[in-house]
């Protein structure tokens, strides 16, 4: 089973600033099946980022994701209101069980 | 415009075999390249992938639960059902079903659209 390890746990930053977000995997992706998502309270997930780095359709542009083999970064490169939510990422291929990041919380400072 | 709604109990005693329906719209299960997908969430914790049906009937599901899960279609009524047998009280979650396309990088099948989810709680 691949485990997906996101840090930190909780990203406090304030309304403009640039939000890095890790994700590292406990085994190599033979292929990029690294998806990321954000959640708000009460909020199905919402599909951010899919093949480590493409954008999904209607996602602004401040949203970039990167990696490959076990380390990959979501960056919003300048944080909206709406931005404040917690974020996953997730594996979609490779072993079973597809697994999930426990997750990155980012608050307002 | 794709649409994804869970149905189902809001409460289940222990031991009992839960059932749930994913009600679809916008697309049809029968069609090349499309696929269904359970993923849960307990209060205040992470997802976890359960178990995903394809547009040929294959079937993955997550290996610790497979015993317990049943994943099945019904492509005349839109419908997806996930049951679970032999709930207990750590089963307690949001259920969400999700709508799956292979993505254009890799092939592989991910989740671009989710249902609300549906509150399950597992208690006496």
């Known amino acids: 089973e691949i485990v997906l390890t996101q840090s930190p746990g909780t990203l406090y930053l304030s309304p403009g600033e640039r939000a890095t977000l890790s994700c590292r995997a406990s085994q190599i992706f033979s292929s990029n099946y690294l998806a990321w998502y954000q959640q708000k309270p009460g909020q199905a997930p919402r599909l951010l980022i899919y093949g480590a780095s493409t954008r999904a359709p209607d996602i602004p542009d401040r949203f970039s994701g990167r990696g490959s083999g076990t380390d990959f970064t979501l960056t919003i490169s300048r944080l909206e209101p709406e931005d404040f939510a917690v974020y996953y990422c997730h594996h979609y291929g490779g072993p079973l069980p597809y697994s999930f990041g426990q997750g990155t919380r980012l608050q307002i400072k | 415009q794709i649409t994804l709604r869970e149905s189902g109990p809001t409460l289940v005693k222990p031991t009992q075999t839960l059932t749930l329906t994913c009600s679809f719209s916008?697309?049809?299960?029968?069609?090349?390249?499309?696929?269904v997908g359970w993923i849960r969430q307990p209060p205040g914790k992470a997802l976890e992938w359960l178990a995903l049906?394809?547009?040929?009937?294959?079937?993955r599901y997550r290996p610790s639960l497979k015993t317990r899960l049943t994943i099945t279609k019904d492509t005349s009524k839109n419908h997806v059902v996930l049951k679970m047998t032999n709930m207990a009280p750590v089963d307690t979650a949001t259920y969400y079903c999700a709508h799956f396309v292979p993505e254009t990088v890799t092939g592989y099948y991910v989740g671009d659209l989710w249902g609300q989810g549906t509150l399950v709680t597992v208690s006496s």
């Open positions: 049906i394809y547009w040929d009937d294959a079937k």
């Open positions: 916008g697309f049809a299960l029968n069609g090349h390249g499309v696929g």
